[in-house]
């Protein structure tokens, strides 16, 4: 018997692609869901072992089309969502602000309005630390009452969602949770990204892009202690809550490349890897750091990164390495 029928946005992309996997094998009893609208961020080849899966179906569907939407949770009836299907990118949104609200705002409204018609469970919101702005050096890191400030367009968006999913909360009662997460980082993540880009760069000889000065400072979280929280929140937290996701890895943006330099040097892949470093003109309202309390997910739900930073570093790396040669 089926105990959940959950649907899962934006399972073809990087998050989604290892909630997805972990779903289908924990849970046998629910039946899955995935949506995705199969942009270039989103890889199926990260999911070919769930075409064996008789809990899992795909849906290749745009959250703006919103007849779409609507019909198809009128057809499912999903009993609850998990919704990470977003456009993540800054510098994109930066170039193109309007593909981020229509997908990032109203793509959410969308799922919001079929889901308040259709479904009776829970709509779990997955959202990102950049919604509260940034942080100088000194600052105590984010926690969730921490006011939005957000300075990009993409991080407006992502607010912008978060303020709707808590307004339907109130207004229509819906049964919802939040979780704001740092920067993640793991295999199945796109080559645009920042650790993918650097291993890229070191793997071809190509010089590494370092925006301004390289001292501006993340969170570093492994995927799979993400989704692993996912898990927990979609499962235990508190209805109207939100979650902060964070694992104590600040780290400098010119340290980080230095990391992984060392770990082309350890594997005698490269001889002079920092020669490839090339600062470039800083990004547009660069954010100066992130940082994440996470400690009210700790309380609450007793949980904790596990995977080290060093060890969840080297394992990417290894998995970039055999994914690049094809």
């Known amino acids: ?7 899962i946005t934006g399972d073809s992309g990087f998050i989604g692609s290892h909630l997805v996997l972990l779903f289908t094998s924990k849970y046998p009893n629910y ?4 949506l995705d609208n199969l942009t270039y961020a ?22 703006c089309n919103r007849e779409a939407i609507i019909n198809l949770f009128r057809f499912h009836k999903f009993t609850d969502v998990i919704h990470l299907a977003a456009e993540s990118h800054v510098d ?39 919604v509260y702005g940034d942080l100088s050096l000194d600052e105590p890191m984010f926690d969730e009452n ?30 919802i949770v939040v979780t704001n997460c740092s ?36 969170d570093w979280l492994y995927v799979e202690d993400h989704v692993c929280a996912l898990d927990l929140v979609f499962h235990n937290g508190k209805n109207g809550e939100t979650y902060n996701v ?30 490839l470093i090339q600062f470039v003109p800083d990004r547009l309202g660069h954010d100066r750091r992130y940082a994440i309390d996470y ?13 080290d930073f060093d060890q969840g570093l080297l394992i990417t790396v290894d998995w970039y390495l055999d994914y690049l040669k094809g």
């Open 1 to 7: 018997m089926t105990e959940k029928k959950i649907l």
């Open 31 to 34: 039946e899955i869901h995935g």
């Open 42 to 63: 989103s890889n199926r080849d990260h999911l070919k072992s769930l075409a064996t899966k008789s809990n899992y179906q795909f849906h290749k569907m745009d959250i």
């Open 92 to 130: 994109n949104s930066i170039e193109d602000p309007v593909l981020f609200m229509q997908t990032n705002i109203l793509g959410t409204l969308n799922l919001l309005d079929a889901f308040r018609q259709y479904s009776s469970g829970r709509f779990h919101h997955i959202s990102t630390d950049e």
């Open 146 to 175: 921490t006011a939005y400030n957000p300075s990009s367009p993409y991080s407006a968006s992502k607010a912008s969602s978060d303020h709707l999913v808590r307004a339907y909360h109130r207004t229509y009662g819906l049964n």
């Open 183 to 218: 920067n993640n980082y793991g295999p199945h993540q796109h080559l645009e990204k920042f650790i993918p880009t650097i291993i890229h760069c070191l793997s071809n000889d190509k010089h590494i892009p370092i925006y301004g000065n390289g001292r501006n400072v993340r």
């Open 246 to 275: 964070g694992s104590n890895n600040e780290l400098s943006n010119i340290n980080l490349v230095y990391k992984i330099c060392d770990i082309f040097l350890d594997k005698d892949l490269i001889k002079s890897p920092h020669s």
């Open 295 to 307: 400690s009210k997910l700790s309380t609450d739900l007793n949980w904790s990164p596990r995977v």
